[in-house]
């Protein structure tokens, strides 16, 4: 079959990017994926036999002592942990994020770039030692109970940092700009006419809200959270270094597993279920927006 | 810009100018490697030394079996010296025949993971106990008590290293089993008191030579110059021989099989047994180093410190632990995984 030229051309054109998807996302799936079939090797590595033991290891357990098995009750505590601090990071970016996107958007054009690359500049610096930096904020010495012991708000230090809190306040500094991008951009196309006609048909502030801005910004507010919940999921540093590791996410979970576990099928395994994890949350994405594409027709 | 461009091209034509005879690649923990050792080295020599952290005995070990690494000297701890020889990473150098063999110390000389000092040349050798504020807790302090009944008033301010192996084997002390040990009804005990003494811990972390310094923790358990490290920023700071048992280990300076550089990692083996050298090293991380003779080139308060002399009472309690078996390996990680869940 003829392709007509500007096609073929752009067949041409792609073809560095799905040798770079080929090799550096495909090839490294795949040998997950296999890792996750295999015996582990006795000190770090995998033995080429093929068992199905990771896979149940990430279900279920047999108990350390009497050997029964049961749901993997710690497994599961793990993945709750995350999904349960992924979404809590969403929803306190996109409540910090919309109001920042909103004003962005509403002032004079010719100042928007300018608060835009406001907000990109934490970008510039590493994620090691912006978190760091957060540390220092957070410490029992550090600014923030400093300036509260100055205030006199508290008597003595609060206790934030290795909590829970920490890890929360962490990852939402860290993906606020990835919530904030899209949404400037969705609101940046809203025809603010509609809030005026709204208006003049007697809807209240509420209304106009819920009715107007929320549904026709909603692409932008599906792809912040995407792009805020799917890497908050997989996060290691953050709360590797705030929460203290006293209580694990699945990237330290997996971690584990191929460092002093010893066991690389089992973190493979483990990854390719956070794999999982994070594309039914892409398809609910595309479904989310396509749907309402098509009410919007 | 064009300032910083020319800049950068003037230090890029001066590095090269002062490009020296050979390299070396030295794998080694982070934070424990002398600078002023390396600059001596590279003078003396004329070497380029490049040195690259690692943070614990299994990345390295995975990182130097995948290979490409480009390392030619690597610094693993007693109990992993054996896999390596196992896994033929190792080379034989020719210890023996080197010039400062004769220095590293009887007890050091025929060691159960490298009779005869085949394959390795001795780094530092520490113990693993307990570091407490003193501010805090004015009690017993030579005990796994600490963080296992942590004391009333260090509740909430206790770490603890999260070294799976180490945390395993001083409880599995603490609670009388030998280190290693497959008796699942102790294992059993030992995952229970983990969990419960959990509940005390404020974090598992590392870096607690600048978190005891500035009181960020209060106790926690820790490396001897570790401890040494911030007793030196903050005397409060003191180092406990838990009695019920605590870790005493070496690590060990080795050439690897698929060095590029060999002959300038043989020179540097044979560098740091020289006891100037070896001083060097100890005078840095704060550990002992296993070279006699080293101590009249040390700082003084090396010679007496409390965190490197043991007390004759409680040498008996220190115990050299080897990598356990696969099986107990698992158990392990499965009271691991249960105890951070």
Wanted: include cysteine.
């Amino acid at each position: 079959m003829a392709m007509p030229k500007h096609a073929r051309d752009g067949w041409l054109l792609s073809i560095p990017a799905l040798i770079l998807l080929a090799f550096g996302a495909a090839g490294p799936l795949l040998i997950v994926f296999i890792y996750a079939f295999l015996e582990p090797g006795d000190f770090s590595g995998v033995v080429w036999n093929f068992t199905t033991e990771a896979w149940f290891r990430v279900f279920f357990e047999r108990d350390i002592f009497d050997g029964t098995v049961s749901m993997a009750d710690a497994h599961l505590t793990i993945f709750w942990r995350s999904v349960k601090l992924s979404l809590l990071t969403t929803l306190i970016t996109f409540l910090i994020g919309f109001p920042m996107a909103w004003f962005i958007a509403t002032q004079p054009p010719n100042r928007r770039p300018a608060w835009l690359f406001l907000i990109t500049i934490p970008f510039w610096t590493n994620l090691l030692i912006r978190t760091f930096a957060i540390l220092e904020v957070l410490r029992n010495q550090g600014l923030l109970n400093s300036f509260l012991l100055w205030l006199g708000v508290i008597d003595q230090p609060l206790q934030i940092l290795y909590t829970d809190n920490a890890v929360l306040i962490g990852m939402a500094y860290v993906y606020l700009p990835l919530m904030v991008l899209p949404l400037f951009a969705a609101i940046d196309r809203f025809d603010f006419r509609l809030i005026e006609a709204s208006y003049d048909l007697y809807a209240s502030r509420w209304q106009v809200l819920r009715r107007i801005i929320l549904p026709i910004t909603r692409p932008g507010i599906v792809a912040g959270s995407i792009l805020v919940f799917v890497p908050s999921l997989g996060a290691y540093v953050t709360p590797r270094i705030l929460g203290g590791g006293k209580n694990m996410m699945v990237g330290n979970f997996i971690e584990l597993q191929f460092g002093q576990g010893r066991n690389w099928p089992l973190g493979a395994a483990l990854s390719m279920l956070l794999l999982v994890i994070v594309l039914v949350a892409l398809l609910a994405y595309v479904r989310v927006t396509s749907g309402s594409e098509r009410r919007d027709a | 810009m064009k300032i910083l461009l020319t800049g950068t091209a003037l230090t890029m034509a001066l590095a090269g100018l002062a490009q020296a005879e050979g390299s070396l690649n030295i794998y080694n923990w982070g934070n424990y490697t002398n600078p002023e050792l390396i600059e001596k080295f590279e003078e003396e020599y004329d070497v380029d030394v490049t040195i690259t952290d690692f943070d614990s005995n299994t990345t390295a070990l995975s990182k130097i079996e995948a290979g490409g690494h480009g390392f030619d000297i690597v610094v693993p701890t007693h109990s992993y010296v054996q896999i390596y020889v196992g896994k033929d990473l190792l080379m034989k150098p020719g210890i023996p025949e080197m010039e400062n063999y004769g220095n590293i110390s009887e007890v050091w000389k025929n060691v159960d993971w490298d009779p005869g000092r085949e394959y390795t040349v001795p780094w530092q050798w520490g113990t693993t106990g307990v570091a407490v504020n003193k501010t805090a807790y004015d009690g017993d302090i030579n005990t796994s008590a600490i963080w296992l009944d942590t004391p009333e008033e260090l509740k909430g301010k206790v770490n603890v290293v999260p070294e799976m192996q180490d945390i395993m084997n001083l409880s599995v002390m603490y609670m009388g089993g030998e280190p290693c040990t497959n008796d699942k009804e102790l294992l059993r005990q030992v995952r229970d008191k983990l969990v419960e003494a959990k509940s005390d811990w404020m974090s598992m972390d590392y870096g607690m030579t600048e978190k005891m310094s500035n009181g960020d923790v209060m106790a926690s358990v820790n490396w001897n110059g570790s401890t040494f490290r911030a007793r030196l920023n903050n005397p409060d700071v003191a180092y406990g021989y838990p009695k019920e048992g605590y870790i005493v280990w070496m690590d060990n300076v080795a050439v690897l099989k698929d060095a590029q550089n060999v002959e300038n990692a043989k020179l540097f083996v044979n560098f740091i047994m020289d006891p100037e050298n070896a001083a060097l090293i100890s005078s840095f991380a704060r550990y002992a180093n296993g070279i006699d003779g080293s101590e009249e080139y040390m700082p003084d308060e090396m010679k007496s410190a409390p965190e490197i002399v043991v007390p004759e009472e409680l040498k008996a309690a220190g115990k050299f632990t080897s990598s356990c078996p696969k099986e107990v390996q698992d158990l392990y990680t499965a009271i691991w995984t249960d105890l951070q869940k």
